[in-house]
C-alpha cells in the first residue's frame, strides 16, 4: 500500500541557507501535518493544511513557511537556517471525515552545519 | 491546554518479559489517545487508539493499552517482549475535537530488550 513520502531523505545545509522539504501524502488524503523532532525529544506539532488551506498552526518559527498544492502535496520552507533547526521532520497525512488516523513518513533528517 | 507524561525515559525489558510502559494525560474532556512507536530510522507507527467505549483497546504486535479516566492515564502493555520491539514509544492526545487537528506527544520511552 502507498504510504506517506517525504523527500529528501537526508538533508544538509550551513547556517543562514534555505531548505524545502516535501511531502506527498497518501493518495485521496486531504490533511498534511508537519512536526519537528528536535534531537532526542518530542515531535513538535508546526502547521497542518486542509483542502490546501492552513488549518491550524502550532510552534512553526516565523522564517519557516508551509503550503499545501493542488495535488495535495505539500512543502516546508525553512530560510535562514539555524544550528537549532536541526531536526528530524516528519510528515503526516489523513482522510477528514476518516478523522483520527494518522500516516506518518519515514522523515527528513535536516542537518544544519 | 493538553499535554502528556512519560515519566520513564529507559526501561529495559528481558526478552519474554512482560512490557508496561506509563502514559498520564491532561485534558479537560474525554481524550483521545494514541499509542505511536518509532523504530530507527522509520516514521511513527500507530499501535493503538482509544475514543470512547471499551477501556481496553487492543493494538498491533500484540500490544494493548487501558485508559483510566480516574488515574488520567493509558498504560501500554504487551505481556511477552521480543527483541524485534526495541524502540522509541510516544503516547499522545489527540486535540481539535472529533477531526482532530492535532497531537500533542509526550516525551517518549525508549525500550532496550536484553537477551
Known amino acids: 500500500a502507498a504510504g506517506v513520502i517525504q523527500s529528501p531523505r537526508h538533508l544538509i545545509k550551513e547556517k543562514r541557507e534555505t531548505a524545502t522539504l516535501k511531502c506527498y501524502p497518501i493518495p485521496r488524503h486531504d490533511t498534511v501535518y508537519w512536526y519537528q523532532q528536535g534531537p532526542g525529544q518530542d515531535p513538535q506539532f508546526l502547521i497542518s493544511f486542509y483542502e490546501k488551506m492552513q488549518s491550524d498552526k502550532g510552534s512553526i518559527p516565523d522564517r519557516f513557511s508551509a503550503q499545501q498544492f493542488s495535488d495535495y502535496h505539500s512543502e516546508l520552507n525553512m530560510s535562514s537556517l539555524e544550528l537549532g533547526d536541526s531536526a528530524l521532520y516528519f510528515c503526516a497525512s489523513s482522510l477528514s471525515g476518516a478523522g483520527e488516523k494518522l500516516f506518518f513518513g519515514s522523515g527528513t533528517q535536516l542537518s544544519v552545519l | 491546554a493538553q499535554s502528556v507524561t512519560q515519566p520513564d525515559i529507559h526501561i529495559t525489558v528481558s526478552e519474554g518479559a512482560s512490557l508496561e510502559l506509563r502514559c498520564n494525560y491532561s485534558?479537560?474532556?474525554?481524550?483521545?489517545l494514541f499509542w505511536y512507536v518509532q523504530s530507527p530510522g522509520q516514521g511513527l507507527q500507530l499501535l493503538l487508539k482509544y475514543f470512547s467505549g471499551d477501556t481496553l483497546v487492543q493494538g498491533i504486535k500484540g500490544f494493548e493499552a487501558e485508559f483510566k479516566r480516574s488515574q488520567s492515564s493509558f498504560n501500554l502493555r504487551k505481556p511477552s517482549v521480543h527483541w524485534s520491539d526495541a524502540a522509541e514509544y510516544f503516547c499522545?492526545?489527540?486535540?481539535?475535537?472529533?477531526?482532530?487537528?492535532?497531537?500533542?506527544f509526550g516525551t517518549g520511552t525508549r525500550l532496550l530488550v536484553s537477551p
Open positions: 499522545a492526545v489527540g486535540e481539535g475535537g472529533t477531526g482532530f487537528q492535532k497531537l500533542v
Open positions: 485534558y479537560g474532556a474525554t481524550p483521545y
